[in-house]
């Protein structure tokens, strides 16, 4: 006898941002589209996500495209400037820290970028998953295995099975779609980790996000929207492994007096407004993104140090370009869009893999000459307008 199972044109395993991202966008295409993931209840919303994230111009734009962002508007800060201060021990010595502003008036009259809580644009997907009619969201249900066959491909998920004509993989580092498509991932080991919470602070932000460089990796503070105040911030510490297991083992006060110290006072007195949540901080690139009808996206495919908000930010361009050729996929086979889709994908994720991995090297480097490199070089890129703009440039986009 044979078996019907429920029946997709695309299903995605992996159900947070991306995933969910993923899911609106495809559905507008009006097409059925199935979603599975083991840690999201879409009925019961309960996570605990201290990050923030900052969407930059060309992904405002793409979730303007798809009706998310006005939903998420009121709950952003806009980020028109950013501040680089190099706390660089060598330097220390002569003089007190320096800081570099870049400026977004200098490109287009328009922030870089635009910050919500995770816990916010999570909420927000959410709902918007629930009450679009295309989408079929299996809660607590994780992709086990597949079966590619000649026209689909059939899924077992935790306990049921479904037939889909193409499988999207949105299901993180140890995507398990990667694992059964046998898809090799080069896994770089940065050593170092992140804290995330929230702060609120004496002195207001004025819109400013700040990256404090230090050897371990970058402090960085976000302004985030908190009622009116302008003096709350998501904040990031990176530093190496060993250090932040300390930071996260530290009693409160003294935890507050090491990040007064390393904030250099720039903030006035910080008062936690969250619990601290720990992150690996990995990089992670794929030597293909498909394979028969089945794709990679977000950080399944890969994954950045949180640096210069680059990683949500890539996968929004994975979504949009995948669902560009969606609207176009009546000219094309599902085998022609995957081919288009790594043709137009893969030479943009290397070039940020690698543009972030040396960004964060010297970053973090506690070499001398490094930090000498590190401290002319944003001299020079500060001072030189064309340098300064063409770097802002490639930042957006
Ligand atoms: C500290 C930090 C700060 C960051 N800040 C920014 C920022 O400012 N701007 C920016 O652009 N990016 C930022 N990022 C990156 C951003 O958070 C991620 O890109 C984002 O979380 C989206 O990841 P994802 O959905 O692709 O993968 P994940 O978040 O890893 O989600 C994968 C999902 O798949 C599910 N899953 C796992 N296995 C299965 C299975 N077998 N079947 C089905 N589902 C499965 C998981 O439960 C999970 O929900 C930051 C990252 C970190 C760590």
Known sequence: MKTSYEKF????????????????????????????DPNIDINNFNFEDTRSTAILRPGKEFLESLNIWKKLNNSCLPLDKMEIIDDNKIF?????FKNYIFDSQELLNKPFGWNVKNNVLKKTLIELVRKNKNIKFFSKQSFEKLLIKKRTIVIKLSNLKIETKLLIGADGLNSKVKKSIKVKQTLIDTRQKALSFQVEHEKSHKNISTEIYKDGGPLTFVPTKYRDKMNYSSVIWMSYSKEIEKLTNLPKNEFKKLLFE????????????????????????VEKLCHNNVILVGEAAHVLPPIGAQGLN???????????????????????????????????IKKKIFSILLLNEVVKSNSVPIMFIRRFGIEIISKLGFLRKNIMRFGLN
């Open 314 to 348: 890539t996968s929004l361009k994975d979504i949009s370009i995948l669902n560009e050729l969606f609207q176009n996929k009546k000219k094309l086979s599902y085998q022609e869009l995957l081919r288009e889709y790594e043709t137009k994908r893969m030479p943009d």
């Open 262 to 285: 390393r904030s250099l006072g720039i903030y006035g007195k910080l008062n936690l407004k969250s619990n601290l949540n720990v992150w690996n901080v990995n990089t992670m690139f």
């Open 9 to 36: 044109d695309v299903f995605i395993a992996g159900g947070n941002i991306t995933g969910l991202i993923c899911a609106i966008a495809l559905s507008k295409n009006k097409i059925k589209i199935g979603c599975c």
């Open 92 to 96: 220390k010595k002569f003089s007190h």
